[in-house]
C-alpha cells in the first residue's frame, strides 16, 4: 500500500530519495522566525498603515503559505514548515501584544491554533503544486482562485489589499507551475474555479 501510494505521489511530483536532516532543521528553524518576525511586524503595524491592514487579511498568509509549502523539499516537511510558521507567527503577534502593549487577548488565540495546525495537510497537498502532471495544475490553482475570489471586489470597491490579492495571484501562477505551457493552465483551471467558490460561499 505504501509502495502504491509514493508511486501515485510521484507521478505528480517526485519525491526526494534522500532527505537531509540538518538541512530539514534549518529551514524549519528558518520557518520559525519568519513566522516570529510575521507576527511581530503584524501586530506593530495593526490598523496603522497599509501593511497592518494587509496582514489582517487572509490573502497575505495564503500566499506566504503556498510559496513555503511548494518550496520545501517534500510534503511531510511542507505540512510541518508550514504549520511552524504560523505557530511563531501567532508567538510573535501574542508577545508583542502582552509585552509592549501589556495585555493578552485569548479570544481568537485558540482559533488560530486550531488553523495554524490545519494548514499542514493543506500545505502537503500545495507541495505537490509544483509538479509536472495534471494533478499538479488543480493544486496549483486552488490558493489562485481563491485569491481571485477573495481579491475580485477590488474592481467595484478600489480597496489596495483586495488589489494585493490579485497581485499574489498573479504570483503564485509564475512560482507554483513549473514551465509556461502548465502556468497558462492554471491560469486557465482558476477562473472557474474561483467562480464556483463564488457560487458556493454565496449562495
Not at 68 to 81: F, Q
Request: charged share 10%; aromatic share 14%.
Amino acid at each position: 500500500m505504501k509502495h502504491k501510494l509514493r508511486q501515485y505521489a510521484d507521478k505528480v511530483r517526485t519525491l526526494p530519495k534522500e532527505i537531509s536532516m540538518k538541512r530539514e532543521l534549518i529551514f524549519s528553524l528558518a520557518a520559525v522566525l519568519a513566522g516570529v518576525l510575521a507576527g511581530l511586524i503584524s501586530k506593530a503595524c495593526d490598523s496603522t498603515s497599509f501593511i497592518g491592514d494587509l496582514t489582517t487579511e487572509i490573502g497575505v498568509w495564503v500566499f506566504l503559505a503556498s510559496v513555503l509549502a511548494a518550496n520545501c523539499t517534500n510534503p511531510i516537511s511542507a505540512g510541518v514548515n508550514t504549520s511552524l510558521f504560523f505557530l511563531g507567527m501567532l508567538s510573535g503577534y501574542y508577545a508583542y501584544t502582552h509585552f509592549v502593549l501589556g495585555f493578552f487577548s485569548s479570544s481568537y488565540i485558540m482559533m488560530w491554533l486550531i488553523a495554524s495546525l490545519l494548514a499542514a495537510p493543506c500545505a502537503a497537498l500545495l507541495w505537490f503544486a509544483k509538479g509536472r502532471s495534471k494533478a499538479s495544475v488543480f493544486i496549483a490553482a486552488l490558493p489562485v482562485a481563491y485569491l481571485l475570489f477573495h481579491g475580485y471586489p477590488v474592481w467595484y470597491t478600489h480597496n489596495p489589499v483586495l488589489l494585493m490579492d490579485i497581485i499574489f495571484a498573479a504570483l503564485l501562477i509564475i512560482i507554483l507551475p513549473t514551465g509556461a505551457k502548465r502556468r497558462g493552465a492554471v491560469l486557465a483551471v482558476s477562473f472557474p474555479m474561483a467562480f464556483i467558490c463564488h457560487f458556493i460561499i454565496n449562495s
